[in-house]
């Protein structure tokens, strides 16, 4: 396993941890990326209800950027791409899912006031 993919399954598991330290739950961790967040450790962690953007700083601590409540009505556009998936909402600046990209897809098509908006794209 190379040093790269060892870093971010050990951040998935501080993210993990982290969350369920605060009596929440974490369905997955997946590395994303932000236009306005270069060079950062990015991760998205879903549970029941939320999505959080999270970074983690100095491969130790856990800082949530934003944390958007899937309660109410929302409208979420979804740009597929060449091995990419774009994310984006009214309450939520895009980002961008690599790997595992199916499994926030079908998070997001099981929230029952989420409504989505699939666009194909060749590039991301």
Not at 71 to 92: C, H, N, P, R, Y
Not at 105 to 122: A, C, G
Request: aromatic share 8%.
């Amino acid at each position: 396993m190379d040093h790269q993919k060892k870093q971010t399954s050990d951040h998935e598991k501080l993210i993990r941890e982290w969350i369920e330290s605060k009596g929440n739950t974490c369905e997955f961790v997946l590395p994303v990326t932000r236009k306005d967040f270069k060079g950062s450790k990015l991760y998205v962690s879903a549970s029941e209800d939320s999505l959080r953007l999270l970074e983690v700083v100095s491969d130790r601590d856990v800082n949530v950027i934003e944390t958007i409540e899937c309660t109410e009505e929302q409208t979420w556009i979804v740009k597929k791409g060449f091995g990419k998936l774009a994310v984006s909402s009214k309450d939520a600046e895009t980002f961008i899912v690599g790997k595992q990209r199916d499994r926030l897809l079908h998070w997001l098509r099981r929230q029952p006031k989420i409504r989505i908006i699939e666009e194909k794209k060749l590039f991301l």
